[in-house]
């Protein structure tokens, strides 16, 4: 395997080829904050909260789903991007209805935090308040799509730790949201196993435990992260 | 500051919300004789008995969502008379959960669903006080999407500590620091 060199905030940084940015930044100690990105799970750069400034290169690229690359001089925390990832979150919550008071999640939200990192005392975009469905036909578990970030990480989850697929995006746009099945009640899907890998990736408090109440909520995110490198490396106890 | 006592002059007012972030101020408890020792508290629901906003007021801390008439107007009447306004909570800075409503529509689906579809009572009708009750606004809005706000104070409530770190300073003509944790945590 070769190795190839490159500098993050400074630091001068020799990492694997073919590892991303946001890997060579965890080496180096550059927090960079994230979101749809789940240690696991295949990145996909949907929340764009991880875009980098590499120079150069006349735009931001999101350090979950580039890869690394010989001599790049790339920041991490400039406070350009600072502005971009604020108004990134500023976005999600004008988007959708978090509301952190009433919320299972509260206290233990990622997108709470990503708030607080970024600086955000308020959101200067006008509220949508879109209609969105709750789903509380599954017998454990429940989904309120008021507080999907369309973040994909119970897709992903899903489909490559439990390998049953449950869940899609379907439509586009504002209209996009999170499907089970095909578009039906999550209850009468088959192919879930009530596995509870979904609840465990949630970064908000879109997919809970029926019965939690505000602030409740509590994952296991690190269960997620033992399945994947338990597959990898044929270790199977925790 | 006032001229003669050379107090800064302290107002609180309570728009569409619940109190709570009023209830978490007197949580202040004996810090609230430091206010005293630096501010005058010329307008306040739970600390004042003038029943009219006045003018020339240093700070105020606003707490609450735009719901109703009556908020608008207090709040713009807040904006004209005051040099410093805060949003104080999660109701003024977000709108928070008087604001759940907006994904009803307007106001009128909601005073419906209130008053008619949920009603146990026999005399089914809609709230109707001309000069009394105030109607509601179509949307609830957060305070700083009516008027222009200085400093924002999130939480639900929030705590007395971060009262304090946000209005001491203030006291003493400096702006606060509000970031981390401890400061802007919504909820």
Redesign the interface.
């Known amino acids: 395997m070769s190795v190839i060199t490159l500098t993050i905030d400074g630091q001068a940084i020799a990492i694997e080829e073919g590892a991303t940015l946001l890997e060579a930044a965890q080496e180096v100690g550059a927090a960079i904050p994230t979101l749809c990105h789940l240690k696991g799970l295949s990145p996909v750069g949907a929340c764009r909260l991880c875009v980098v400034e590499v120079e150069g290169i006349p735009k931001l690229l999101p350090a979950c789903v580039t890869a690394a690359a010989e001599g790049m001089v790339v920041h991490t925390n400039t406070d350009n991007l600072q502005d971009y990832r604020r108004t990134i979150v500023e976005l999600f919550f004008a988007e959708g209805n978090h509301v952190c008071a009433v919320c299972v999640a509260n206290n233990n939200c990622e997108l709470q935090d990503a708030a607080i990192s970024t600086g955000m005392t308020h959101v200067t975009y006008p509220y949508q308040y879109p209609q969105r469905e709750v789903d509380v036909s599954h017998p454990q578990f429940g989904l309120d799509r008021n507080r999907c970030i369309l973040c994909t990480r119970c897709v992903r989850a899903c489909d490559e730790l439990e390998g049953a697929h449950v869940w899609d995006i379907a439509y586009r746009g504002e209209h996009a949201k999170l499907i089970a099945g095909l578009d039906q009640p999550w209850g009468t899907v088959d192919a879930c196993t009530s596995c509870g890998k979904c609840v465990d990736a949630c970064p908000t408090g879109a997919i809970f435990r029926r019965g939690a109440t505000v602030a409740e909520m509590e994952r296991d995110r690190a269960k997620l992260e033992f399945l994947a490198q338990a597959r990898e490396e044929q270790q199977w106890t925790r | 500051m006032d001229a003669v006592t050379q107090k800064v002059r302290l107002a609180t007012v309570w728009l569409g919300g619940c109190s709570g972030c009023h209830m978490s101020f007197l949580d202040l408890d004996e810090w609230l004789f430091e206010v005293a020792k630096f501010a005058d508290i010329v307008f306040s629901p739970v600390a004042s008995d003038i029943k009219d906003y006045p003018e020339n007021v240093d700070v105020c801390l606003v707490e609450g969502a735009v719901a109703n008439e009556e908020n608008l107007e207090l709040l713009l009447k807040v904006r004209s008379r005051t040099r410093i306004l805060a949003?104080f909570g999660?109701c003024a800075?977000?709108?928070?959960?008087p604001?759940?409503r907006?994904?009803l529509g307007t106001a009128e689906p909601v005073l419906r669903r209130c008053y008619l579809e949920l009603s146990d009572g026999v005399s089914h009708k809609l709230p109707d006080e001309p000069g009394i009750v105030p109607p509601l606004l179509d949307r609830v809005l957060?305070v700083?999407?009516v008027v222009s706000?200085d400093l924002?104070i999130?939480g639900?409530p929030p705590s007395a500590p971060r009262i304090q770190a946000a209005i001491e300073p203030l006291l003493h003509g400096n702006t606060p620091l509000?970031?981390?944790?401890e400061m802007?945590?919504?909820?």
């Open positions: 949003s999660d800075v977000t709108a928070n959960v604001a759940m907006n994904m957060p700083h999407e706000v924002f999130p639900c509000m970031e981390g944790r802007i945590k919504f909820g």
